[in-house]
Nanobody, 120 residues
Framework: QVQVVESGGGLVQAGGSLRLSCAAS????????MGWFRQAPGKEREFVAA????????AYADSVKGRFFISGDNAKNTVYLQMNSLKVEDTAVYYC?????????????WGQGTRVTVSS
C-alpha cells in the first residue's frame, strides 16, 4: 500500500509564506509525478501545482502563478510547495497526490491534507 502524508500547514498573515512538504511511501511505489490540490470550505477541490518527473516539468493554476513554486525529489517521492505572498483566498486544506500515470482522479494516491489558513 502507498501512504501519502503532507505537512507544513498552519496559520499565517496575508503576505506571509509557508512551505508544504509531502512524501509518498510504498515498498515498490514510484510515482510518475506529484501534485498539490486544495479545497476551501464550500468549494470543489481544485488543482494548484504539479511536477512530472519526466523532464521535471511543472504546471500551476493561474491563481498561484508567480507566488507558489513546486519542487521535489523523484528518488524520494517527495514534493514541496513554497507558497509566497499568501492571500486570504489561499485558505484551504491542501492535499498532496502521487500519480501512477493514470491521471489524478483515478490513478493517484492522496494524502489526508494539511490546513492552511491565511488571515488578514
Amino acid at each position: 500500500q502507498v501512504q501519502v502524508v503532507e505537512s507544513g500547514g498552519g496559520l499565517v498573515q496575508a503576505g506571509g509564506s509557508l512551505r508544504l512538504s509531502c512524501a509518498a511511501s510504498g515498498r515498490t511505489f514510484r510515482s510518475s509525478g506529484m501534485g498539490w490540490f486544495r479545497q476551501a470550505p464550500g468549494k470543489e477541490r481544485e488543482f494548484v501545482a504539479a511536477i512530472l518527473w519526466i523532464g521535471t516539468s511543472t504546471a500551476y493554476a493561474d491563481s498561484v502563478k508567480g507566488r507558489f513554486f513546486i519542487s521535489g525529489d523523484n528518488a524520494k517521492n517527495t514534493v514541496y510547495l513554497q507558497m509566497n505572498s499568501l492571500k486570504v483566498e489561499d485558505t484551504a486544506v491542501y492535499y498532496c497526490a502521487a500519480s501512477t500515470g493514470r491521471g489524478w482522479d483515478t490513478g493517484a494516491y492522496w494524502g489526508q491534507g494539511t490546513r492552511v489558513t491565511v488571515s488578514s
